[in-house]
């Protein structure tokens, strides 16, 4: 298990796939307003790889080729907000995704919280710190408790993604999901365009 941490993009000879964990670190929570400073991924080795991005940087090629390939699935956690701060920083928009906390949404209807770390205690029963959640993800050096958070972020995606697939299975909702995940990029487009809070689906 290792965290390596690259400036700018992916290296070029890094080959991930064929399913890959994604998250990201932003300045603060509006992604209109708050840039992008890490991308993280695994493709569930666990293995994490860390793209610092910098103050006014506008592409990334080798992580753009990743997000654009329709044959890759990326797995995130509340995949609106980083899809939306990914469209907005390269302005490329996430092809095939899949959305644990939707998922969640759609199958733990006996519960209200869906935040990573609940689900990862429920569901893994692996305990992840949230304490480094809120800290300046700009620095130019990321600090050892943030390279291990943000690693954190994307290590359990892949058996989380398992075990929620097969519950929605189950219960006769996968298809419902997968519309869902279909949707989900446009959704965050809508963010970044313009219709950030509006319910485009409401009569009024
Ligand atoms: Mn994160």
Wanted: aromatic share 8%; charged share 25%; with cysteine.
């Amino acid at each position: 298990m290792t965290n390596k941490v690259y400036k700018g993009d992916l290296p070029d000879n890094l080959i991930l796939g064929p399913v890959i964990a994604i998250d990201c670190e932003t300045m603060g929570l509006n992604p209109n307003r708050d840039r992008l400073c890490v991308v993280q991924l695994s493709a569930g080795d666990g293995d994490a790889h860390l793209v610092q991005i910098s103050q006014g940087q506008d592409r990334a090629p080798n992580l753009c080729k990743i997000l654009e390939n329709q044959k890759i699935l990326k797995i995130f956690h509340f995949g609106r907000f980083d899809i939306a701060a990914m469209y907005k920083t390269f302005g490329v928009l996430t092809k095939n995704v899949y959305c644990t906390k939707i998922a969640s949404r759609l199958i733990r209807t006996y519960t209200d919280r869906h935040g990573l770390k609940n689900l990862l205690q429920e569901i893994l029963a692996i305990d992840i710190s949230k304490q480094q959640q809120s800290s300046d993800w700009g620095s130019k050096t990321l600090s050892k408790a943030q390279i291990e958070y943000a690693a954190s972020d994307v290590l359990y995606l892949h058996q989380l993604r398992d075990i929620l697939t097969q519950k929605l299975t189950r219960e006769n909702r996968m298809v419902m999901a997968q519309s869902c995940f279909d949707f989900l990029p446009i959704r965050a487009k809508l963010d970044i365009e313009g219709w950030p809070e509006t319910d485009i689906f409401a009569h009024s």
